[in-house]
């Protein structure tokens, strides 16, 4: 399986970034072929092919993400507002 170089940190996969890219590429190519002829189709074919293996490899990827949470203090934070929040003047 190849990692596409879509990111400038290697140890993140963006596949969801290349299939929205890829969605919308298949979107405009129908705007802008309204009448195409089967050699330009083959590029559309070629869009959704694209879509599909990019899809296949976000799902086997799926297993070996990093899931992260945080949880913040709402006191804490709450003081920081209150500390370093500019005032807004109407």
Same mark, same amino acid.
């Given at each position: 399986?190849?990692? =596409? ?28 072929? =309204?009448? =195409? ?6 590029a559309?074919?070629?869009i ?43």
């Amino acid at each position: 399986m190849q990692i =596409p170089k879509e990111t400038d940190d290697d140890g993140i996969v963006k596949y969801k970034r290349q299939g929205r890219k890829l969605c919308l590429n298949y979107q405009v190519w129908h705007e802008n072929n =309204p009448n =195409p002829t089967q050699d330009e189709a083959r590029a559309l074919i070629a869009i959704a092919q694209k879509l599909v293996e990019t899809a296949i490899n976000y799902v086997d990827n799926i297993p070996y993400w990093i899931k992260h949470t945080s949880t913040h203090q709402l006191k804490e934070h709450q003081e920081y507002l209150k500390d370093n929040q500019v005032p807004y003047d109407e």
